[in-house]
C-alpha cells in the first residue's frame, strides 16, 4: 500500500526564522515521484516544490528545500526566512504509478 | 503548466438536492481527478475520469452519488447527488500532464449542505 506520514498537525514559527515540516512515505514502487503542496485559506492547492525518487540531489526552491533521505523514507520541508504569506496548510504527496498520495496536512502558523 | 476553472467555487444546498460542479482546464489532458476535502482532512480521490469513458470510482464512492461526466479533453462536471449535511465538503478538480509531472488543481468547490 502507498502511504504518506505527516506526524505534524500543526506547527509555527517565528517571522524570518526556519522551520522544517516532515512527512515519512512508504512505497514498494522503485520509480516514483514526491512533491509538497501548499494551501492557503484560498484553498488553492500549489505546488512548493518537487523531488523525482531516482536523484540523490536534494530539491530547493528559492527559500523552500528538501531533505530526502531514500532509505528512510523521509521527505522533510525546510522553509528558511519564513514569511507572513507562507502561513497555510502543506500538505506532502506522492507519485505511484500515476496516482497521488496525499498525507494529512500541516498547519503552518508564522508569528510576526 | 496547466490552468483550471473550477465553479461554483462555492454554494450552499439544501438536503435531497444535487450540485453539478464543473472543471474546465486550459489544454487537454488524458486523466482528470476528481478529489474530496472534508473539513482540517487530506484530499481523498473520488474517482479519474477518462474520455470516452465510464469514470473509475475509488471505494467508498458510488456512480449514483457521484455521477460524472468527461465530455471531451478538456471539461469535466462532478454531481454530488441526494445531498445530505455529511457531503459538506471542498471539492477539487486535478489534472496532471504526464505520469511523472506534478498535478495541477482547480480552486475548489466549498459545499455547504443545510
Known amino acids: 500500500a502507498q502511504t504518506v506520514t505527516q506526524s505534524q498537525p500543526e506547527m509555527s514559527v517565528q517571522e524570518a526564522e526556519t522551520v522544517t515540516l516532515s512527512c515519512t512515505y512508504d512505497?514498494?514502487?522503485?520509480?516514483?515521484?514526491l512533491f509538497w503542496y501548499k494551501q492557503p485559506p484560498s484553498r488553492q492547492m500549489i505546488l512548493v516544490i518537487r523531488q523525482e525518487a531516482y536523484k540523490q540531489q536534494n530539491a530547493t526552491e528559492n527559500r523552500f528545500s528538501v531533505n530526502f533521505q531514500k532509505a528512510a523514507k523521509s521527505f522533510s520541508l525546510k522553509i528558511s526566512d519564513s514569511q507572513l504569506g507562507d502561513a497555510a496548510m502543506y500538505f506532502c504527496a506522492s507519485q505511484v504509478l500515476g496516482q497521488f498520495y496525499f498525507g494529512t496536512g500541516t498547519s503552518l502558523t508564522v508569528i510576526p | 503548466s496547466a490552468v483550471i476553472s473550477q465553479k461554483p467555487s462555492r454554494d450552499i444546498c439544501q438536503r435531497g438536492t444535487s450540485l453539478t460542479i464543473q472543471c474546465q482546464v486550459d489544454s487537454q489532458v488524458t486523466m482528470m481527478f476528481w478529489y474530496r476535502q472534508q473539513p482540517g482532512q487530506s484530499l481523498t480521490l473520488i474517482a479519474t475520469?477518462?474520455?470516452?469513458?465510464?469514470?473509475?470510482?475509488e471505494s467508498g464512492f458510488v456512480i449514483d452519488k457521484f455521477p460524472i461526466s468527461r465530455p471531451n479533453l478538456t471539461f469535466s462536471t462532478l454531481t454530488v447527488s441526494n445531498m445530505s449535511p455529511e457531503d459538506s465538503s471542498i471539492y477539487l478538480c486535478?489534472?496532471?500532464?504526464?505520469?511523472?509531472?506534478?498535478?495541477?488543481f482547480g480552486q475548489g468547490t466549498r459545499l455547504t449542505v443545510v
Open positions: 486535478s489534472v496532471d500532464l504526464g505520469l511523472r509531472t506534478e498535478a495541477f
Open positions: 512505497t514498494s514502487e522503485s520509480d516514483y515521484y
Open positions: 475520469a477518462n474520455q470516452g469513458s465510464e469514470a473509475t470510482y
